[in-house]
């Protein structure tokens, strides 16, 4: 049971990094065919990573309550933090502020949210339980 569970935190994790890249993808590459000037749209998007990075932080600290990789998690943690802040913040600032200046920074937020993933998938996979 342990190695099934094992396995869907793993495969869990590496889509949601997927979904972050292949999200990422998408608005550039639709840009042109999306709202992307509507502050809404900036502050659902803002709105939808938040919630979705929020619970994986809820993730991490179950993970760390049960596995022994608790490194690989606590710096997954550090990075979703890093993503939230920088992601869905710059959004929030565009959308409900207007401010523009730090648009820059939001592909760094992307990438700390793959990395955070990416890292999740690593300390699963090097982990034991703490139940043996």
Same mark, same amino acid.
């Given at each position: 049971? &342990?190695?099934? =569970?094992?396995?869907?935190?793993?495969?869990? =994790?590496?889509? @949601?990094?997927? +979904?972050?890249?292949? %999200?990422?993808? %998408?608005? /550039?590459?639709?840009?042109?065919?999306?709202?992307?000037?509507?502050?809404? /749209?900036?502050?659902?998007?803002?709105?939808? &990573?938040?919630? @979705? /990075?929020?619970?994986?932080?809820?993730?991490?600290?179950?993970?760390?309550?049960?596995?022994?990789?608790?490194?690989? *998690?606590?710096? +997954?943690?550090?990075?979703?933090?890093?993503?939230?802040?920088? *992601? $869905?913040?710059?959004? &929030?600032?565009?959308?409900?502020?207007?401010? /523009?200046?730090?648009? =820059?920074?939001?592909?760094?937020?992307?990438?700390? *949210?793959?990395?955070?993933?990416?890292?999740?998938?690593? %300390?699963?996979?090097?982990?034991? +339980?703490?139940? $043996?």
């Amino acid at each position: 049971m &342990y190695r099934l =569970a094992r396995w869907f935190l793993v495969l869990g =994790a590496l889509n @949601l990094a997927l +979904s972050v890249a292949l %999200g990422a993808a %998408g608005m /550039h590459a639709l840009k042109d065919l999306l709202a992307a000037n509507d502050p809404g /749209h900036w502050f659902t998007t803002a709105l939808h &990573y938040h919630q @979705l /990075h929020a619970l994986g932080l809820l993730a991490i600290g179950f993970a760390m309550t049960r596995l022994t990789a608790w490194r690989w *998690f606590a710096w +997954s943690g550090i990075l979703l933090l890093a993503g939230i802040v920088l *992601f $869905s913040g710059n959004l &929030y600032l565009r959308s409900i502020a207007g401010i /523009h200046d730090l648009h =820059a920074v939001t592909p760094f937020g992307g990438m700390a *949210f793959i990395l955070a993933w990416l890292l999740f998938a690593v %300390g699963a996979l090097e982990s034991r +339980s703490t139940d $043996s």
